[in-house]
């Protein structure tokens, strides 16, 4: 289990258009040749947009970006023709396959934050999709086969236990609260990355905790 804390985040974005973000692994100027990916998971950024900020068009390819909204609303467009506000509960994918470009912003009048996870496919190419599930509910996960991955969404409530799924790779994301895992402990913007898990489970604290799971199969890990 290799426990990452949210302070060794690398700092991103833009703060003077009210854009920020921490970036969990190897990003743009910050590039670190031993923190590219984790089995499929290839980014886990938390955005935070003021209102009336966000990130105009621009491109991606070959890869699945899922979106959690853990505070606000995100407005995203796409050059696919979708457009939608996303909220708290809600689980959006673009998959960007051979080449989509969206919008993405706070068109609300208070603060938006998201965490976004993006994942490499099995396989290059395809055609875009766009997909938005409403409310997802804890005991559903939410399938991305196309990166042979499972997201799990797990909201505990003080002092309740959850198992964490047996994978070859799981990435654990604390979005708040704070939980234990195995010996330690985790808070806000910390995850753990842990290979071939097997038997473990995540104890909330006291005040409750919301967490994100990603169940990733056995792949090359880069």
Do not use: K
């Not at 976004?116 to 399938?143: F, K, N, S």
């Not at 991305?144 to 003080?158: I, K, N, S």
């Not at 097997?198 to 006291?206: F, I, N």
Request: glycine share 14%; charged share 25%; net charge negative.
């Amino acid at each position: 289990m290799d426990v990452r804390r949210a302070d060794e985040r690398y700092p991103g974005g833009d703060p003077a258009a009210g854009i920020e973000t921490r970036h969990a692994f190897s990003f743009g100027p910050h590039y670190d040749p031993g923190n590219l990916r984790f089995g499929a998971l290839i980014a886990c950024n938390e955005e935070r947009l003021a209102p009336g900020a966000g990130f105009d068009e621009h491109p991606h390819s070959h890869t699945e970006i899922v979106t959690w909204v853990v505070e606000g609303e995100l407005t995203h467009r796409d050059s696919r023709g979708h457009e939608r506000r996303v909220r708290p509960g809600d689980v959006q994918r673009l998959s960007s396959a051979a080449g989509v470009r969206h919008v993405e912003r706070n068109d609300g009048s208070g603060p938006l934050t998201f965490v976004q996870m993006w994942l490499a496919p099995l396989e290059p190419g395809g055609e875009p999709a766009y997909d938005l599930v409403r409310g997802i509910a804890d005991p559903t996960p939410y399938a991305v086969p196309e990166a042979g991955a499972m997201l799990h969404v797990r909201r505990l409530a003080a002092g309740e236990r959850t198992a964490v799924p047996d994978g070859a790779y799981v990435h654990v994301h604390v979005v708040r609260g704070e939980v234990r895992l195995g010996d330690g402990e985790l808070g806000p913007g910390d995850a753990a990355r842990i290979t071939d898990a097997r038997d473990l489970e995540l104890l909330a604290g006291a005040g409750g905790a919301e967490v994100l799971v990603w169940e990733m199969a056995a792949r090359s890990n880069g």
